[in-house]
């Protein structure tokens, strides 16, 4: 299952550093964070709770870049 959630980065080089951070989270089988557009793409692994998993993502995102945002339920 993908989907899309808004996000609030600062610049380029720090979405990357967020992609990164989500792709190597437990739950999460691809991202793709969008600078231009402020928009993060999920593909969540088969069976995996999507809000479990991006309380997880959110938290390691903020490892890498403390003042960001992910915007979801």
Request: charged content about 40%; aromatic content about 14%.
């Given at each position: 299952m993908k989907?899309?959630?808004a996000v609030e980065v600062d610049c380029a080089n720090c979405a990357a550093k967020m992609e990164?951070?989500?792709k190597k989270t437990e739950g999460v089988k691809d991202?793709?964070?969008n600078f231009m557009t402020?928009?993060?793409?999920v593909e969540f692994e088969d069976g995996a709770d999507?809000?479990?998993v991006m309380k997880?993502?959110?938290k390691n995102c903020k490892k890498v870049e403390d003042d960001c945002e992910i915007?979801?339920?």
């Open positions: 989907k899309k959630y990164e951070a989500a991202c793709v964070v402020l928009k993060m793409e999507e809000k479990s997880m993502v959110e915007f979801y339920d």
